[in-house]
């Protein structure tokens, strides 16, 4: 298995590009499948999460040309199997976009079930809520979900939840219902509004995207497109608060920092210095840290995929923290890592206080998921000594390049796969 192996200790210092949007990505790479035209996307984060998408598009039939690792071209044309198998849910949920786009397109769909993850049950009674209220016959068998219908008919939803997927899924399908779709109660992350914007290149009709509510005009087809996905908040964010908990001065490049500005808002509460430019931000972390309270929401509130990177970095700060996790049941476990590395942390529910210390010493950690994986990393360059971070491969999911982009900014971490390679890196930096 591979792991990170980290010398801390080194603030981060200089430039990082940031790559596309992974959790935009995965919808709109759903969403080509739409038209019978070929559509060509760039700025395509080179995941696994993609990588693993693309072979399922693939897998039902649509031709897919890799032109780079960050730019595909799709052709729906060809697909004839509008059964998407478990393997590829179980390695990825969001394989569940195909539920939508399949639905809208060809109004019939089968989808493994996804079950619940690392952080929380995560269920679908949104989506499945949504797809009803179009007319559709949305039954679970055998751990499938099987959608179709005669025709989708234009509706009126109000979501009980506001949801990302569930909000994306059926703006896909009604993107080719008959007549008028008004969504309320919707999510207005960026992703969201990237995916409406891509809907719409394609000839799609839909208003209000990154509102509160979002209004579709079906269509009977769509076209062709060529689209580039929007810079990846997240991964900004993950290097902004790696700067900060380093105490270094990085600038994050090819950014929208509208779209960071709850992270931002954070940032300059502990202290750092933050510039924004059109296309990039500084953040600057000189002297002590301080804490604060974070409740994670949907946005514009605290993004909850920032909440392990600014819970790390609060350990770190003088005083008192406090971390509400009001989206996900189950994603403070990386506090019990941290805590074997010195932070000074209590759970309680869905609340963690965070009392901050002076430092970290290094240790062999494991990555629970995606974001708190990164976390860890960023709690291994703050410590002293060697940090070990297992189970990499979540982090791969959704981070193209990490240490080699961490490395590029002074960060002493390589990726090894056995002892001697440990041995090695220890020899180097020691
Ligand atoms: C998306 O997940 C992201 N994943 C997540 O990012 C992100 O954490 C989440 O949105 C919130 O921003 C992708 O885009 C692939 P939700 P999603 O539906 O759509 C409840 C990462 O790290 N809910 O907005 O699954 C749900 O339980 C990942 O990149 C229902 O109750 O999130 C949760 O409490 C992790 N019923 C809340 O809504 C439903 O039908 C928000 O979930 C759907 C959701």
Redesign the pocket.
């Known amino acids: 298995m591979e792991q990170y192996i980290i010398k801390g200790g080194n603030p981060l210092v200089g430039e990082v590009e940031i790559g596309g949007a ?2 935009a990505a ?2 709109i790479l759903a969403a080509a499948i739409m038209t019978d035209e070929t559509v060509m996307i760039d700025n395509l984060p080179d995941v696994n999460d993609i990588n693993v998408l693309l072979e399922a598009i693939e897998g039902i039939g649509a031709r897919v040309q890799r032109i780079d690792r960050h730019t595909v071209k799709i052709n729906g044309s060809h697909i004839t199997d509008f059964d998407i198998e478990y393997d590829y849910i179980k390695k990825i ?2 394989s569940y976009y195909l539920l939508g786009a399949l639905l809208g397109k060809y109004k019939r769909a089968e989808v493994a079930l996804p079950g619940g993850c690392n ?9 499945l809520k949504g797809f009803r209220a179009l007319g559709a016959y949305v039954d679970i068998e055998h751990g499938k979900i099987i959608a179709e219908a005669d025709h989708l008919r234009g509706k009126h939803i109000y979501f009980d ?6 909000t994306i899924n059926v703006m896909m399908a009604a993107s080719m219902a008959d007549g008028l779709t008004i969504m309320e109660n919707v ?1 207005k ?1 960026p ?1 969201v509004v990237d995916v409406a914007n891509f809907l719409n290149s394609m000839g799609a009709n839909i208003r209000g995207a990154g509102t509160d509510v979002i209004k579709i005009r079906g269509v009977s087809k769509l076209h062709s497109t060529t689209y580039s996905i929007i810079p990846d908040q ?1 991964e900004a964010g993950t290097f902004m608060f790696a700067a900060a908990a380093t105490r270094g001065d990085v600038t994050v490049l090819n950014v929208i920092p509208k779209h960071l500005e709850a992270t931002i808002a954070k940032l300059v509460e502990i202290g750092c210095e933050v510039e924004e430019f059109d296309d990039a931000v500084r953040v600057v972390s000189k002297g002590a840290l301080r804490n604060t309270q974070v409740k994670t929401l ?1 946005y514009p509130g605290f ?3 920032m909440q392990p990177q600014i819970g790390v970095t609060l350990a770190l700060c003088k005083g008192t923290s406090t971390i509400t996790e009001s ?2 049941e189950n994603r403070f476990k990386y506090l019990d890592e941290l805590a074997r590395m010195g932070a000074n942390v209590k759970i309680e529910g869905n609340s963690a206080t965070i009392e901050g210390v002076n430092g970290f010493s290094g240790a062999r950690v494991s990555a629970p998921d ?2 708190a994986g990164a976390a860890l990393v960023i709690a291994g360059l703050a410590a002293d000594g060697i940090t070990i971070v297992d189970d990499i491969v979540y982090i791969q999911r ?1 981070y193209e390049r990490f240490e080699e982009k961490l490395r590029s900014l002074g960060a002493q971490i390589e990726k090894v796969s056995t002892e001697r390679e440990i041995q090695k890196f220890k020899l180097k930096v020691c």
Do not use: M, W, Y
């Open positions: 992974k959790n995965l919808a949920r969001a952080i929380g049950s995560r269920p679908i009674d949104q989506h939840v506001v949801s990302v997927g569930a999510a992350e992703h997240i949907p993004p909850t995929d989206i996900f995606l974001r959704g």
